[in-house]
């Protein structure tokens, strides 16, 4: 039993620091174009799904922001979904920014200081300089581009559902809304959710959004059951939260099994 629960984390790893697997979902109408960065030295592709009434009107409006955004990663379902929930007027019109992934373990993960996290991916604080990215170069390329209003958000699934809650502990102020479905909160050694009461207690007086779920992939479900129980206790009065608590869903079904609910809940949750 022991060497299976630590043959399945280490499976587990390996895939989330790797490419994702490649799906045949309807590729949508959408918008690409490339940047290039100086914080991260490299060329980026964005992809950029607009609502369906974007063109009808002189409108503005909210941004969810996405890493594994690449037409062969997630971006596909999720702009199809979001169409699928606007229509039915679910939730409000939204425009989506996907971030294809060029080197996604050194990009979604910050510093570590458990030398067996490097076995899986860089302990080089590649978040740091992905994030400072998407703030100070892909939001201002996306504002010349697109009617876009102030409000934006982060969506993410295993590493790079890590990185949304890197991001909401330690840049809040980034986004006002944060989705993460099976965060990979073992890494460093589960600094985030050891360390979340702390971090908390500086938390900005701004408005913020925080939907979560977990599945029962041993090294995740017992990381987000935990920080759900801090927020109970330790929750900013400007933090508006829910955790998902998923036993029937497993690491690779969780994204695809949650994100109607999680963006709805998220979009609807003023």
């Known amino acids: 039993m022991i060497k299976f629960y630590y043959l399945s984390i280490l499976v587990f790893m390996l895939i989330s620091c790797g490419t994702q697997p490649t799906y045949n979902d309807p590729i949508p109408p959408h918008d690409e174009f490339k940047i290039e960065s100086k914080l991260v030295n490299e060329t980026r592709v964005i992809n950029v799904w607009t609502p369906p009434n ?57 510093f570590s200081e458990v030398e067996g996290d490097a076995k899986y991916c860089p302990l080089t604080d590649g978040a740091k300089n992905f994030r400072a990215f998407i703030t100070d170069e892909l939001f201002s390329e996306i504002n010349e581009k697109y009617r876009v209003t102030d409000e934006k958000g982060l969506i993410g699934e295993s590493l ?7 991001t909401f502990f330690l840049k809040p102020e980034a986004f006002d809304f944060y989705i993460a479905m099976d965060p990979s909160l073992w890494w460093n050694d589960h600094y985030l959710e050891r360390n979340a009461n702390k971090i908390l207690a500086n938390f900005p007086n701004k408005k913020i ?7 029962t992939q041993p090294d995740i479900s017992p990381h987000t059951k935990n920080l759900a129980m801090t927020l109970k206790t330790d929750s900013p009065n400007e933090l508006t939260w829910k955790y998902s608590d998923e036993p029937n869903e497993k690491h690779n079904t969780i994204f695809r099994a949650t994100k109607e609910k999680a963006l709805i809940w998220t979009l609807n949750a003023k």
Not at 209 to 214: I, K, Q, T, V
């Open 160 to 166: 790079s559902g890590l990185f949304v809650m890197e």
């Open 209 to 215: 959004r925080l939907w979560f779920a977990g599945s």
């Open 54 to 110: 974007y063109a009808e009107g002189n409108d503005s409006f909210p941004v969810l922001n996405m890493a594994d955004g690449g037409i062969k990663e997630d971006f596909p379902h999720i702009a199809n979904t979001l169409s699928e929930l606007i229509e039915s007027k679910s939730i409000p019109p939204i425009i989506l920014v996907g971030i294809e992934n060029t080197e996604r373990g050194r990009d979604l993960t910050g």
